[in-house]
T-cell receptor, first 112, second 111 residues
Framework: NAGVTQTPKFQVLKTGQSMTLQCAQDMNHNSMYWYRQDPGMGLRLIYYSASEGTTDKGEVPNGYNVSRLNKREFSLRLESAAPSQTSVYFC???????????FGPGTRLLVL | GDSVTQMEGPVTLSEEAFLTINCTYTATGYPSLFWYVQYPGEGLQLLLKATKADDKGSNKGFEATYRKETTSFHLEKGSVQVSDSAVYFCALSGGTYKYIFGTGTRLKVLA
């Protein structure tokens, strides 16, 4: 049981390049989340998916798109990376109701 | 809207010292409250939680009590160890799909 997995672990992009961050969970949870973590700002929600086939914007969605490919997988895409998107990105998946969030190990992204 | 405020760090303590990290919240309704811990290079993991007023969450010697009257959920540990050095996040879950995290408090424990 791997829980929540993320790829890649680390990525360097140039301004304007695109990339997709991958996330998968094997806990059979319905909902999945993408957060970014910046110094002094805590975690900010980018997008979430309440169930397969649905996605909704969070606090900071600009510059990102998401795809809930199936129940297991939820990807985050940067179409044209900007230095302001340098951050650590975490995927998470909560249990039922208002339950514990289970986090992946994170993707560290540097945009030059 | 809902929010979580926790004390700024870093907090530096000697081994075996008493730890308190303050956390207060604002929320409509009756949120669940959580403390998460993040070790270097890792994702967040649940440390403890409380789902209603006066509940006490505890784990690995850490404790926090859900105080509705003061809207607080302070984290305490009687005797910290070097291995407790990490960043601690207070969080609330205020309803379906709504999770709010504090900014995190870095704890450094010196041998």
């Amino acid at each position: 049981n791997a829980g929540v997995t993320q790829t890649p672990k680390f990525q360097v992009l140039k301004t304007g390049q695109s990339m997709t961050l991958q996330c998968a969970q094997d806990m059979n949870h319905n909902s999945m989340y993408w957060y970014r973590q910046d110094p002094g700002m805590g975690l900010r929600l980018i997008y979430y998916s309440a169930s397969e086939g649905t996605t909704d914007k969070g606090e900071v969605p600009n510059g990102y798109n998401v795809s809930r490919l199936n129940k297991r997988e939820f990807s985050l895409r940067l179409e044209s990376a900007a230095p302001s998107q340098t951050s650590v990105y975490f995927c998470a998946s909560p249990g039922q109701g208002r339950e514990t969030q289970y986090f992946g190990p994170g993707t560290r992204l540097l945009v030059l | 809207g809902d929010s979580v405020t926790q004390m700024e760090g870093p907090v530096t303590l000697s081994e075996e010292a008493f730890l308190t990290i303050n956390c207060t919240y604002t929320a409509t309704g009756y949120p669940s409250l959580f403390w998460y811990v993040q070790y270097p290079g890792e994702g967040l993991q649940l440390l403890l939680k409380a789902t209603k007023a006066d509940d006490k969450g505890s784990n690995k010697g850490f404790e926090a009590t859900y105080r509705k009257e003061t809207t607080s959920f302070h984290l305490e540990k009687g005797s910290v160890q070097v291995s407790d050095s990490a960043v601690y996040f207070c969080a609330l879950s205020g309803g379906t799909y709504k999770y709010i995290f504090g900014t995190g408090t870095r704890l450094k424990v010196l041998a």
